[in-house]
């Protein structure tokens, strides 16, 4: 399934723009399920392995992970950190109430004008996203 969402979101972020072009993704989410901090069996470490494979650089953000696992394949960033109008892509993967609480404007605000959101868990609806599952 990770190859699956990533592939899926690179052919969206890439349609219309040169293919040598350096992509920058944001992950929301990152713990197994939804308001909790385990990370085990998370799905979502298969999206950013992909995501890196295919050389896009990836920040992941998640609320409710306190200690981040070290990894070459992703930087791990506090909400305070994440820039406004960086992102040619962004992933809701984990449906956090901190996510829904944020809104899809703010969420929509750290990417850029052209940015492809890929909200995995119906969030929001579905006039508000680019992709969803």
């Given amino acids: 399934m990770g190859e699956y969402v990533a592939e899926n979101l690179i052919r969206k972020m890439r349609s219309g723009h040169s293919s040598e072009k350096a992509l920058k993704v944001l992950i929301m989410g990152l713990t197994f399920k939804e308001n909790c901090p385990d990370l085990r069996n ?33 930087s791990f960033v506090a909400e ?34 052209d940015h492809t959101l890929y909200d995995l868990k119906h969030i929001f609806s579905a006039k508000d996203s680019d992709l969803r599952l």
């Fill in 42 to 74: 998370s799905k979502v470490f298969d999206i950013i392995n992909e995501l890196y494979t295919q050389h896009i650089a990836v920040d992941v953000y998640d609320p409710w992970v306190n200690q981040p696992p070290e990894s070459k394949e992703f």
């Fill in 80 to 113: 305070a950190s994440i820039s406004i109008g960086e992102y040619d892509g962004i992933i809701i993967a984990v449906s956090h109430d901190e996510f829904s609480k944020m809104g899809i404007k703010k969420i929509r605000s750290f990417g850029k004008s």
